[in-house]
C-alpha cells in the first residue's frame, strides 16, 4: 500500500514538473511554491532511494540477508535494526528499491551456488 502511495506522489510530482515545465503561461508565486509536505516526502523518498551507484547502508545489507532467511518483510526489518513500529512500511520501502532488489538476488545466486 505504501509503494503505491509513494508512486502516486512521485506520479503527482512529476506531472506538476511536466505541466510546469509546459506551460508558457507565468503563474503567481503562491502557485509555484511546494508544500512543506511535498518537500519532505521528495527528500525522504531521494534520501532513501539513494543513487544505484550508492553501495547499500549496513541495515539495508542486514535487511537483505534477514529477508532472504524467512521472506517475511516485517520480521526482516525487525531484525535489520528498523522500529517496530515502522518496520513493515520500512520494508515494503525497501523491497521497491532496485539496489535492494539486486542484492537480493545476488544473495540468493550465491547461497544456491555454494
Do not use: C
Request: glycine share 2%; charged share 35%.
Amino acid at each position: 500500500m505504501l509503494e503505491k502511495i509513494w508512486r502516486k506522489l512521485l506520479k503527482s510530482f512529476n506531472n506538476n514538473k511536466q505541466e510546469k515545465n509546459n506551460s508558457s503561461i507565468s503563474q503567481s508565486d503562491s502557485e509555484n511554491k511546494e508544500f512543506p509536505e511535498d518537500i519532505f516526502f521528495k527528500n525522504k523518498w531521494e534520501k532513501l532511494k539513494g543513487r544505484k551507484s550508492d553501495p547499500l547502508n549496513e541495515r539495508q545489507k542486514k535487511f537483505v540477508v534477514e529477508y532472504l532467511k524467512d521472506h517475511h518483510v516485517e520480521k526482516a526489518a525487525i531484525r535489520a535494526g528498523y522500529s517496530k513500529r515502522t518496520a513493515n512500511a520500512n520494508g515494503t520501502i525497501l523491497l521497491s528499491l532496485a539496489k535492494i532488489n539486486n542484492a537480493i538476488k545476488k544473495e540468493r545466486n550465491r547461497s544456491i551456488n555454494k
